[in-house]
């Protein structure tokens, strides 16, 4: 019987170590992949400059290639109607890093300091359009 007392009591404190409530940290946050970040950003490009049907973007299309196997999402913007057109604007993430590149013809011109700010806010998260 004593052995039988001193198992159950060796059990009982086994449970009760096992379910303790030891307090553990939280994870850390997970870093955003590029294809999430811009993910947002399309969506945010999409709702701010043609969905809005800003004038400044009339003349053009979006075109997201978000589908990205090199680790470099992007997307376009085109001359409207021509989607298979040579890309006037192209915004590209890259897995590893939180910045996001904007090159071609647009940057040259009237809307460059437009992209560029409204790609930084949303790229550090923020989702409305600008004034």
């Avoid at 979006?62 to 999402?73: D, H, M, T, V």
Wanted: aromatic fraction near 6%.
């Amino acid at each position: 019987m004593k052995r039988l007392t001193t198992i159950f009591l060796a059990v009982v404190a086994l449970l009760g170590s096992a379910c303790s409530t030891a307090r553990q940290s939280p994870p850390p946050p997970r870093a955003q992949s590029a294809l999430d970040r811009m993910e947002r950003v399309a969506l945010a490009a999409n709702r701010c400059w043609f969905r809005s049907k800003d004038p400044a973007f009339s003349g053009y299309s979006l075109a997201p290639e978000l589908s990205s196997f090199s680790g470099r999402p992007r997307i376009l913007l085109v001359p409207k109607g021509r989607p298979e057109a040579k890309p006037l604007l192209v915004v590209e993430g890259r897995d590893g890093s939180s910045e996001i590149a904007t090159y071609g013809p647009v940057m040259d011109g009237a809307l460059a300091a437009r992209v560029s700010g409204d790609i930084r806010r949303w790229n550090g998260g923020a989702t409305g359009c600008s004034a």
